[in-house]
């Protein structure tokens, strides 16, 4: 019930391209989904966050989609940089709770 | 932003030793902090829950006299790995909640421990 699913494990894309991923959750008592990006020997930092009362987010190129029905959501990053080339991971979240990490995606971005 | 500072960054030890690693929020008080352990290529794994005045509350599997965690102020939370060994080596990252009303956690930059 605590499971938060997360896609590819790997992405690679060109410069300018998008970059997509996904992640299915289990718990529907979740009700904060954030979204981690993390350069290697660093920790994570917070790059973008939804509650479920909304179906998009969007703040500069980071987009979060939400389908609260099919306890799905998706990061799409638009106009991808080589900057970008990090690891990504998705959480859930209930109120005051600990979070709960997708496996985490790897992703690089092309010149 | 709120901000968590981890010491040291790295840290390479001798099998057998402890070496303490502290977490510290610079701007806001943490009654909680969390610990977590990432092997490469892998996502973070919760080691303990740090309570401020009180026990910590450690993960399944877990060993808690090998991990000692002691959170003695609002700001400071250390996690001392006792008697390790090689496959104590692991990126151990803190992090904290800024503010109750606040839903996100913001970590550590972590501690690369390598024992020998």
């Known amino acids: 019930q605590q499971q938060v699913k997360q896609s590819p494990q790997s992405l690679i894309v060109q410069k300018g391209g998008i970059s997509i991923i996904n992640c299915a959750y289990e718990n529907t008592a979740f009700d904060y989904f954030p979204w981690y990006q993390q350069f290697p020997g660093k920790g994570p930092a917070l790059l973008i966050a939804i509650r479920p009362d909304v179906s998009e987010k969007k703040e500069g190129r980071f987009t979060i989609s939400f389908n609260k029905s099919a306890k799905q959501f998706s990061l799409h990053i638009m106009d991808s940089q080589p900057g970008d080339s990090a690891t990504y991971f998705c959480?859930?979240?209930?109120?005051?709770?600990?979070?709960?990490f997708g496996e985490g995606t790897q992703l690089t971005v092309n010149p | 932003g709120a901000v968590v500072s981890q010491h040291p960054s790295w840290v390479i030890c001798k099998s057998g030793t402890s070496v303490k690693i502290e977490c510290r929020s610079l701007d806001f008080q943490a009654t909680t902090m969390f610990w977590y352990r990432q092997f490469p290529k892998q996502s973070l794994m919760l080691m303990a829950t740090?309570?401020?005045?009180?026990?910590?509350?450690?993960e399944q599997g877990v060993e808690k006299d090998k991990f000692l965690i002691n959170h003695a102020s609002l700001t400071l939370s250390t996690l001392t790995v006792t008697s390790a060994h090689p496959e104590d080596s692991s990126f151990y990252i803190c992090?904290?909640?800024?503010?109750?009303?606040?839903?996100?956690?913001?970590f550590g930059s972590g501690t690369r421990l390598t024992v020998v």
């Open positions: 992090s904290a909640r800024p503010g109750t009303g606040s839903f996100g956690y913001t």
């Open positions: 959480a859930g979240q209930t109120s005051g709770s600990r979070l709960t």
């Open positions: 740090s309570n401020e005045g009180s026990k910590a509350t450690y």
